[in-house]
């Protein structure tokens, strides 16, 4: 099962609005409403951000969105902040009854 | 207060073995699906295996299906990986997760990490 698709680097000023985009297919991103987002600081354990394309769990800041196109889901973070520079993973269910990461994006704050 | 708590990592040779454990408290262990995920030094997060509230349900990645076998021991809340054949691709810090329901990749609860180093 190949890894989900996301650009290598984003970069964005404080304040700004970047998003962040996670391409898979039919099998998985595009088949199911099982996509989940995940920021990981250096030297820490993942935490869960966004689930099911467009949730977040209880105490996720608003500033973050998920939404999902065809094949492509995508993470929004509004008002960037220098706390929201860290590494960013999708992860989707698969047809195979598995999961898959994405390739993963490092998030910079000018 | 839930915790996971990893344990059992270590240095193997290529083509040995080693079982993980994670040990947990604070949730109904017998409810929650469980999972292991791996990140390779300087890289990112790979999903490695899955195991159902009860066990009866197990499903693994390609690059470790048929060496790694995931179980779980309801009576002590422990989840187990164990490890056979490895190899140098095999070096990570292995994280078991607790999944919220089953069948979304939402894991809400991490273990601290466990290095896995596969050298000669």
């Known amino acids: 099962q190949p890894a989900l698709t996301q650009p290598a680097s984003v970069s964005g000023s404080p304040g700004q609005s970047i998003t962040i985009s996670c391409t898979g297919t039919?099998?998985?991103?595009?088949?199911?409403?099982?996509v989940s987002w995940y920021q990981q600081h250096p030297g820490k354990a993942p935490k869960v951000i966004i689930y099911?394309?467009?949730e977040r769990p209880s105490g996720v800041s608003h500033r973050f969105s998920g939404s999902k196109s065809g094949n492509t889901a995508s993470l929004t973070i509004s008002g960037l902040q220098a706390e929201d520079e860290a590494d960013y993973y999708c992860?989707?269910?698969?047809?195979?009854?598995?999961?898959?990461f994405g390739t993963g994006t490092r998030v910079n704050v000018l | 207060e839930v915790q996971l708590v990893d344990s059992g990592g270590g240095l193997v040779q290529p083509g040995g073995s080693l079982r993980l454990s994670c040990a947990v408290s604070?949730?109904?262990?017998?409810?929650?699906?469980m999972n292991w995920v791996r990140q390779a030094p300087g890289k990112g997060l790979e999903w490695v295996s899955s195991?159902?509230?009860?066990?009866?349900?197990?499903y693994y990645a390609d690059s470790v299906k048929g060496r790694f076998t995931i179980s779980r021991d309801n009576v002590q809340s422990t989840l187990y990986l164990l490890m056979n054949s490895l190899r140098g691709d095999d070096t990570a810090v292995y994280y078991c997760?607790?999944?919220?329901?089953?069948?979304?990749?939402?894991?809400?609860?991490w273990g601290q990490g466990s290095l896995v180093t596969v050298s000669a």
């Open positions: 992860s989707s269910y698969t047809s195979s009854f598995t999961y898959v």
């Open positions: 099911d394309v467009s």
């Open positions: 997760a607790k999944e919220v329901g089953w069948g979304s990749p939402t894991f809400d609860h």
């Open positions: 604070g949730f109904v262990f017998d409810n929650a699906a």
């Open positions: 039919s099998s998985d991103v595009g088949g199911y409403n099982r």
């Open positions: 195991i159902s509230p009860s066990g009866g349900s197990r």
